[in-house]
């Protein structure tokens, strides 16, 4: 097994408004011998918005904002923009975010040449009800029934006079174009799917949507596998590019007596071809041990969302008990190693 350091906490909570009641989740991504880091930062009444801090080497807090960096601005992010990932696309900068308006949770982007303004795209990922995304999915043929036990919201089709639609979360590009086309994962629980072959935003269009759900199932790239208490997996950081394939980190949540617990894992893709699964390591990477992962706003949370590499060294920074950004590190090659001995043709 890949052993696995708990660097311990990053970033905690402050009194100030915006931040007071947690700080968790953030995205980074390096820039010479700095990180950037975007926090999602959580104020009474469970308002998020983005923070920021930056980071002299993986862990020493350098300087950070005493005000949001990025705030709600429209209807669909009103009660707050959470858990953002980053990466830089040549010249451009991709912050993703999950839109949450009170009601609906959905993928939205935002673009920056500078790190410090931000153009917000809205939301990219479909705006469908559950029946929708059911009545396309299966043209095809039967989906699994999981998908209705977690997208179906309990029946209610709409909620404080808004449309209940099919939640669609982490949502986390690649850093470069492959073969020319921008790709990204996203989530509908209980998997991740992947969007591939697209020249621009311009082409998520309403059409795109309704074509790529026609055909959902060919674009699940990472379904739940190895221990039977999984409930679901979602995207966590954004992929690595590597020698053996893209790194992904992802998270997997299981069912316990004491709830959900979240924990983070990981698998390779196809470098030219993402959407093929090349192995997957068949433990968790690292879980909740630590008083600041099992207690806090939820207990028993690890949730990746940023790494940075330093040397060897992957940095893994994730929420902690949705409450603090903690950071774990390993040996980047040693964690490769480890994925090419449990290739997905290697298993019985």
């Given at each position: 097994?890949?052993?696995?350091?708990?660097?311990?906490?990053?970033?905690?909570?402050?009194?100030?408004?915006?931040?007071?009641?947690?700080?968790?989740?953030?995205?980074?991504?390096?820039?010479?011998?700095?990180?950037?880091?975007?926090?999602?930062?959580?104020?009474?009444?469970?308002?998020?918005?983005?923070?920021?801090?930056?980071?002299?080497?993986?862990?020493?807090?350098?300087?950070?904002?005493?005000?949001?960096?990025?705030?709600?601005?429209?209807?669909?992010?009103?009660?707050?923009?959470?858990?953002?990932?980053?990466?830089?696309?040549?010249?451009?900068?991709?912050?993703?975010?999950?839109?949450?308006?009170?009601?609906?949770?959905?993928?939205?982007?935002?673009?920056?040449?500078?790190?410090?303004?931000?153009?917000?795209?809205?939301?990219?990922?479909?705006?469908?009800?559950?029946?929708?995304?059911?009545?396309?999915?299966?043209?095809?043929?039967?989906?699994?029934?999981?998908?209705?036990?977690?997208?179906?919201?309990?029946?209610?089709?709409?909620?404080?006079?808004?449309?209940?639609m099919l939640w669609d979360k982490d949502?986390?590009?690649?850093?470069?174009?492959?073969?020319?086309?921008?790709?990204?994962?996203?989530?509908?629980?209980?998997?991740?799917?992947?969007?591939?072959?697209?020249?621009?935003?311009?082409?998520?269009s309403k059409e795109f949507w309704q074509?790529?759900?026609?055909?959902?199932?060919?674009?699940?790239?990472?379904?739940?596998?190895?221990?039977?208490?999984?409930?679901?997996?979602?995207?966590?950081?954004?992929?690595?590019?590597?020698?053996?394939?893209?790194?992904?980190?992802?998270?997997?949540?299981?069912?316990?007596?004491?709830?959900?617990?979240?924990?983070?894992?990981?698998?390779?893709?196809?470098?030219?071809?993402?959407?093929?699964?090349?192995?997957?390591?068949?433990y968790d990477l690292f879980k909740p041990?630590?008083?600041?992962?099992?207690?806090?706003?939820?207990?028993?949370?690890?949730?990746?969302?940023?790494?940075?590499?330093?040397?060897?060294?992957?940095?893994?920074?994730?929420?902690?008990?949705?409450?603090?950004?903690?950071?774990?590190?390993?040996?980047?090659?040693?964690?490769?190693?480890?994925?090419?001995?449990?290739?997905?043709?290697?298993?019985?």
């Amino acid at each position: 097994m890949i052993a696995v350091k708990k660097d311990g906490i990053i970033l905690e909570k402050t009194t100030l408004p915006f931040e007071n009641e947690g700080v968790l989740n953030p995205a980074a991504i390096r820039e010479g011998d700095f990180v950037h880091m975007f926090y999602r930062a959580v104020s009474e009444g469970n308002h998020s918005c983005i923070g920021y801090c930056k980071l002299m080497g993986p862990l020493e807090v350098e300087q950070r904002m005493n005000v949001a960096l990025i705030s709600p601005e429209f209807e669909y992010e009103k009660h707050g923009i959470e858990d953002p990932r980053i990466v830089k696309i040549e010249d451009l900068y991709y912050l993703t975010y999950t839109a949450y308006d009170g009601v609906n949770a959905l993928g939205a982007l935002a673009t920056s040449k500078d790190l410090i303004h931000f153009d917000k795209k809205g939301i990219i990922v479909p705006k469908i009800t559950y029946e929708d995304f059911n009545r396309l999915a299966e043209i095809k043929g039967a989906i699994d029934e999981k998908y209705y036990r977690f997208n179906q919201h309990n029946h209610i089709i709409e909620k404080e006079g808004l449309k209940m639609m099919l939640w669609d979360k982490d949502v986390i590009f690649f850093p470069r174009k492959i073969n020319g086309k921008l790709c990204f994962l996203h989530r509908i629980r209980p998997e991740i799917q992947i969007v591939v072959k697209i020249d621009s935003l311009d082409d998520l269009s309403k059409e795109f949507w309704q074509k790529y759900l026609i055909r959902f199932k060919d674009y699940v790239v990472l379904i739940p596998k190895y221990d039977e208490g999984i409930s679901y997996i979602g995207g966590g950081c954004p992929p690595i590019e590597t020698e053996f394939g893209w790194l992904v980190i992802y998270h997997k949540v299981i069912t316990s007596i004491d709830g959900y617990v979240y924990s983070a894992c990981a698998a390779l893709l196809d470098i030219e071809n993402p959407q093929v699964e090349i192995s997957r390591l068949p433990y968790d990477l690292f879980k909740p041990e630590e008083i600041w992962e099992l207690k806090g706003e939820i207990n028993n949370v690890c949730f990746p969302t940023g790494t940075v590499v330093f040397d060897d060294t992957l940095y893994i920074y994730y929420g902690a008990a949705d409450e603090r950004i903690a950071c774990a590190s390993m040996s980047l090659s040693g964690l490769l190693k480890e994925l090419m001995l449990n290739k997905k043709q290697d298993e019985n």
